[in-house]
């Protein structure tokens, strides 16, 4: 039976941006796509069926939050996680390592892993590339991340080769531990996990698969790190795909305070170094101009807090640059946050009525920036789509990053 | 053209409790209904289709609130209430008389109106019969209520009697306004409002009648003052019986702090006093086993916004009593919060996520339980209904409000 498995249906003329269709036990996710983060199972301010609607097809949770609040136990006995958060497309989860880096103050670092004071009650968690698996097993998502070790963007060369490397070697482990869940369970109670997840490169792939027993099948997606340093990439890129047949790549430790210029120079160099048939993951990278960007470089899947984040704020992406709702000039704006939006926002409400909201307090304004902000990102990735399948991904990207740089005045 | 009317379908075997169907410009009210509150033009985090898809047909806004924050004018400005919110069925918008009561420290109260301390920057407000009208003008809901003088439900009879004749000569000031405003119009711009809004009890209602322009024709309701004074509340419904031929009657002063047996008594002494052929609003009234009582007692229409913030606070509505969804026993609950209810949180979510929801702030909880408090209420007097037209009203009640009471142990 089918399971796992990536299509690269066109690529662009450039021989780099690609349409993809990538299959999983939950469902097939149309690439390049962007996927909505929901850290503790939740799309923070959304319900899954605000994301079904505007078609998002692949959503993100998180490891170390989950494990922490409500206990990755806890979500494996009440089904997994699809159907603890009533999300039945395909879900990935972060392992816990971009929490390296964004939670510094709280953790030490060594060979065996890395102790957490937990950011809620202080208690000490020690996570490892072996526990870090059984955490992502419990579960349940569709493609789980290897626990790596993320650093700031800006790190020097021994920095980056350091954390490289033990991310490396924690790779092995990861690796060698699914697989021993694999063929052992990971606790009592369900079938035993289908483990026989290979990649498989298939003309046609079913649609909609039949859901699995739980735990369902997954990926291991190993992660490329390396800073901004092109061999460190390089190596680290070669020496992942020697020790596994993986059925796609993480991209990590960019978007973590390096300048842009290098983020996109290190995608450069990754389209070359990592296979060209297998999906591509750019990890919290979500500003529209990166995903435009990011797919001219190859990319495939893309997730980030940031429309989330920005919509709780009072930020809207358009089409037009970012936009600050609060701002007076938007009292009496009757039109909607962005022209022909077709987002459930938009389509409803005006940029007044929205700006009321959130001068009031009131939670529907939370929701509905949010919301339109997601859509703008999928919808985005669609659009990058369809002009990749035209052959005009080129020409498409120059216009719309044209015309969103064009227009910095409207910023927060 | 019909724009108002009321009609009672089927009264109750005891000639009290009825089914009706209240119309208005903006479509048909099935009654009983419970309305629920969008204070400052949005349901407490709750969406505009959220509601629809439960089956709300009504909803209220608030004049007072929404004079401060966005300002009437500016809904009026963009297009009134109606279309602001996006909330194209029957809206209420309530006077600014219950913060007499509740903001009673930023507030003074003469003969010619009540001036405010606004709660949100100081300033002082003059509010008046007339000015009230205005603002309720501005909004443009569909039915609006009169400025009256809201006191604590235990006040003495001559405390209760003074404001209860304060509010009957606002009342009368309020017609007056609301007579001018009609032949007049409030402000520049849009067709004058056409006021020929009188009474017809018709045997057959048109469904959907066709929006009107705006602002819409719009029905002034009186509401009846009095405390827990029999006497007077029978002598305000006379008074105001004899002012106007009205489209419906408020009841107001209730559940503000008097015991419930009063405010039962009240409701049996005006089940006599006001006429049976138009509907009675229960104002700010909405605790289930409050609104199976009031049904008992002949009102058709409730409002409260108990759902929406115990809601927010945890507190579940269900069949057998209040639920706190934070409580420890609710851990690793996979039942929803109540079985058989088909709101859309019980459809899809377990009380352990939604508990997981709060206990995480995640937004999505507030929402999810907000959700399941409206529905509870509008579900339950779209039952109310369907016993009263079975004849089945007295046995379906007893029996609902016996379980209700059954187990108080799982009580907040």
Chains 1, 2 share one sequence.
């Not at 946050?337 to 009321?356: G, L, N, P, T, V």
Request: net charge negative; glycine share 8%; with cysteine.
């Amino acid at each position: 039976m089918h399971r796992f498995g990536f299509e690269v249906k066109l690529e662009d003329g450039s021989g780099r941006a690609r349409a993809g269709r990538f299959a999983t036990p939950h469902g097939i996710v149309q690439t390049p796509a962007f996927m909505a983060v929901g850290t503790l199972a939740s799309v923070k301010s959304l319900d899954p069926d605000d994301l079904r609607a505007m078609g998002a097809e692949m959503i993100l949770a998180n490891a170390y939050h989950l494990h922490l609040r409500p206990g990755d136990e806890l979500v494996r006995a009440l089904g997994g996680l699809h159907r603890f958060m009533a999300w039945d497309g395909p879900i990935l989860t972060d392992s816990g390592g971009f929490q390296v880096f964004s939670l510094a103050t709280l953790r030490s670092v060594d060979e065996d892993g890395v102790e957490f004071r937990s950011h809620l009650d202080g208690s000490r968690r020690r996570f490892t590339p072996e526990s870090v698996m059984r955490i992502e097993r419990n579960l349940g998502a569709d493609v789980i991340m290897q626990f790596d070790h993320v650093i700031p963007g800006q790190s020097d060369e021994a920095t980056a080769r350091d954390a490289s490397e033990r991310s490396l070697r924690w790779l092995v482990r990861c690796r060698d531990e699914f697989e021993r869940i694999g063929s052992e369970g990971v606790a009592s109670g369900g079938p035993p996990p289908n483990n026989n997840v290979t990649a498989r490169f298939v003309d046609s792939i079913i649609e909609a698969p039949p859901p699995s027993p739980f735990p369902p099948p997954q990926a291991l997606f190993p992660i490329v790190q390396g800073g901004i340093h092109e061999h460190l990439r390089r190596e680290a890129a070669s020496t992942i795909r020697d020790l596994h047949d993986w059925l796609g790549f993480g991209i990590g430790g960019l978007s973590v305070g390096e300048a842009k210029p290098d983020m996109y120079r290190i995608l450069d160099v990754l389209d070359d170094a990592l296979p060209r048939t297998h999906p591509r993951y750019l990890m919290g990278v979500g500003f529209p101009e990166d995903l435009v960007e990011g797919v001219r470089r190859g990319v495939d899947l893309f997730d980030c807090v940031a429309p989330t984040r920005m919509g709780r704020n009072g930020t809207a992406f358009t089409s037009d640059g970012r936009l600050n709702i609060k701002r007076a000039e938007f009292k009496d704006d009757a039109r909607p946050i962005e022209q022909d939006c077709d987002c459930a926002a938009c389509k409803r409400f005006s940029r007044a009525y929205i700006r009321h909201l959130f001068l009031a307090d009131e939670i529907l304004g939370l929701r509905l920036l949010s919301l339109h902000n997601v859509h703008f990102l999928v919808s985005l990735m669609r659009r990058a789509r369809e002009a990749i399948l035209r052959g005009e991904l080129a020409s498409w990207s120059d216009a719309w990053l044209a015309r969103y740089h064009s227009r910095p005045t409207i910023s927060a």
